[in-house]
């Protein structure tokens, strides 16, 4: 991975952008959270002086009342010496006269009032209440708005520095997310890379989590499992291909070889030419055979395909066959119920049945009896060719559908171990399972189960 | 006859007008699908051998051409490629038959001979050859007026010898015809059938019909 790069590539991943929206919303809230704050606090302060300031005319209020504007005076004195207390006091007959406090003598107005601060400064100013204690009197008590403008200002100050510093924890969280995906993919595309060179066996380390990438890798080491399963596949068939042609081009070089050095008649050359001309025929069949299957398995046949009745198919076969089975001292014998309709080619399935046929008389003794059958079940269509013969060992039963497979028993006979595979391609294309049924005891027999379609009569 | 061998193949084509002349064929040649088309026109030949892949316009194309000019002349395709489906699209254009490359040239010529016997008079309701009668209405056999009893499949395979009696026709010629398998079997289903019906039909008879050329099939021989 290319350090340097990365952080310019932090910003544009995915997961950058999710924490940038994140702290950009958590941003907002926390701002209007302040803003919030600030004004409660804000008009709770000035509340608070208010209140310090009703509750200090109220007692210059009683002390006048009761005992006359000496008291009046004393009360004002006391509250100015306390400490927590209101911060100015004014008590003012008439329009000019200061009888005490620590303002100088204004206006009388009452209510809630803001007073610019005495001698000053720098737009400073109190709060307080103003009231007429009696008909010429008047008093003023307020507070300096500067300790609740200051609490305001702490308090702004003190969230400006958690908003800060929530904001630098989710950006760290941000990249640090982004960082781990980021990596992640850089793992992807290493492994890519590297399978691009060549290293078809690397896989991409799934975590466990589960997780979008962790589903994502397992995809991508499925479809990687499934190349390597279809290029396995393609360089064995290839091989096998190589294998296979060299010995029929051997036999048939052979065979010229020993007609120039031995034949001395005109009889002699016919029959070695014969035999050469059946040998090459013989490797041109393999190739066509290799082709079909190419093929079938290509799908290309499935436009072809009609309603046939796939019990008549198998009698026309039966009747075809028979005289073949007598001939090699084999029995033939159908069972096949009534006509059963399935959608196919028909001469695809004619030569996939042939093929099992020829299969069970060719590779058993003589007296095998060979039957074909055919069945409806509930949701499929079976149809088997089975033989009482000397069966085929379990171990090799995948392995018969397998292209150019040859069971040891059968290599010196003619054959390429192509049928099989060839019956597997054409029961595929019909959509139809293939394979060995479990036999109890002697024989051998292979089904090909047809899901029943809808419309199939 | 007169036969119009369209192949672009110079040694392919050199190995058919060979076998054809050897036979007493007149066979006249094109390299390529307009020359063929043209030459196909003048409408003097017997048969047309038509390759599948020609330049110029391939085979396919070329017959259906002739076709929709109302040109009836039989045609036998030739192809390289083994394709399944070939066979079908060829028979679809209004081809008569179909061989594929490589072919033992016994084949060809057994199938241009098969092929312009059609269309010779209407289907016949009785097919004859020496002593041996075929009612293919009532399905009955009869040599020298003795019923022979066959099966339907020896039926077929007889009659099939008989509407191609002199002519040689061979294993696969048979297999496609009477049973209709386009493959190579791996058992001897020709030889079987045909020793049956030879049996029936051909033995104690005094002389027969039917004889096997060797490496080539069998031919039904009426004097």
Not at chain 1, 82 to 87: F, L
Not at chain 2, 80 to 84: A, N, Y
Not at chain 2, 118 to 125: F, I, N, T
């Given at each position: 991975m290319d350090i340097s790069c990365v952080p310019i590539r932090i910003f544009r991943t995915e997961g950058f952008r999710v924490a940038a929206i994140f702290v950009a919303i958590f941003a907002l809230s926390a701002a209007i959270m302040a803003i919030v704050t600030l004004a409660v606090v804000d008009q709770e302060l000035r509340d608070q002086i208010v209140q310090f300031a009703n509750a200090d005319i109220g007692a210059i209020k009683d002390g006048y009342r009761t005992e006359g504007m000496g008291e009046a005076r004393e009360v004002i004195h006391q509250r100015m010496a306390?400490?927590?207390?209101?911060?100015f006091f004014l008590l003012q007959q008439g329009a000019t006269e200061k009888v005490a406090g620590n303002l100088a003598p204004m206006p009388p107005k009452t209510g809630i009032l803001t007073l610019p601060y005495p001698g000053d400064t720098a737009g400073r100013t109190i709060l307080g209440v103003g009231a007429f204690v009696a008909p010429n009197l008047y008093a003023f008590s307020g507070s300096d708005l500067r300790t609740a403008q200051m609490a305001r200002q702490r308090i702004l100050r003190t969230l400006i520095w958690i908003f800060a510093g929530a904001l630098a924890l989710a950006l760290l969280g941000g990249m640090i997310v982004s960082r781990s995906f980021l990596r992640r993919a850089d793992e992807i595309a290493t492994t890519c890379r590297a399978i691009m060179a060549g290293n078809l066996a690397s896989r991409i380390s799934v975590r466990g989590t589960e997780d979008e990438l962790d589903r994502l890798s397992e995809t991508i080491n499925a479809m990687l499992d499934r190349i390597a399963a279809l290029m396995t596949d393609l360089k064995q068939i290839t091989n096998d291909i190589a294998h296979d042609m060299r010995t029929p081009v051997t036999h048939l070089r052979h065979r010229l070889e020993r007609a120039r050095d031995q034949s001395s008649s005109v009889e002699d050359y016919d029959h070695a030419l014969e035999t050469a001309i059946a040998a090459s025929d013989d490797i041109l069949a393999l190739f066509n055979a290799l082709l079909r299957i190419a093929q079938i398995e290509g799908g290309a046949r499935r436009a072809a395909f009609t309603q046939l009745d796939l019990s008549g198919l198998l009698a026309q076969l039966g009747d075809v066959f028979e005289p073949v089975a007598e001939d090699a001292r084999h029995y033939l014998s159908l069972s096949l119920s009534g006509p059963i309709t399935i959608s196919g080619d028909r001469e695809l399935l004619t030569q996939a049945f042939s093929n099992l046929i020829e299969n069970a008389i060719i590779h058993t003794p003589a007296g095998t009896i060979v039957t074909v059958s055919l069945q409806r079940r509930d949701d499929e269509i079976v149809a088997t060719v089975s033989d009482d013969g000397l069966g085929v060992p379990p171990d090799e039963h995948q392995k018969l559908f397998q292209r150019f497979y040859r069971l040891e028993a059968s290599r010196t006979r003619p054959g390429y171990g192509l049928g099989l595979a060839l019956v597997a391609a054409i029961a595929e294309l019909h959509g139809a399972s293939v394979a060995v049924d479990p036999q109890a005891g002697r024989g051998f027999a292979i089904s090909l189960r047809f899901p029943i379609s809808p419309g199939a009569s | 006859m007169k036969i119009l061998l369209i192949e672009d193949d110079p040694e392919i084509a050199d190995h058919i007008c060979h076998a054809l002349r050897a036979h007493g064929h007149d066979v006249e040649e094109a390299r390529n699908g307009p020359d063929g088309l043209s030459s196909a026109r003048s409408g003097q030949h017997t048969a047309l051998i038509v390759d599948r892949m020609l330049p110029g316009l391939d085979g396919l194309s070329l017959v259906r051409q002739l076709r929709a000019e109302g040109c009836q002349t039989p045609v036998l395709f030739l192809t390289?490629?083994?394709?399944?489906d070939d066979r079908v699209a060829g028979l679809n254009v209004g081809g008569d038959d179909y061989l594929a490359k490589p072919f033992a040239l016994a084949e060809l010529v057994a199938r241009i001979h098969a092929i312009t016997r059609?269309?010779?008079?209407?289907?016949?309701?009785t097919l004859r050859a020496d002593g041996l009668e075929m009612d293919l209405i009532r399905r009955t056999v009869h040599r020298d007026s003795k019923l022979v009893d066959l099966q339907p499949q020896e039926f077929r395979l007889l009659e099939y010898m008989l509407r191609n009696v002199g002519r040689v026709v061979t294993r696969s010629m048979l297999l496609e015809n009477v049973w209709d398998l386009h493959f190579d079997p791996r058992t001897n289903i020709v030889e079987t059938h045909m020793s049956r019906l030879r049996a029936k039909m051909d033995r104690g008879y005094g002389h027969e019909l039917i004889h096997t050329i060797r490496g080539n099939g069998y031919i039904l021989r009426a004097d």
């Open positions: 306390a400490p927590g207390a209101s911060d | 390289t490629m083994s394709g399944i059609r269309g010779e008079a209407g289907p016949p309701v």
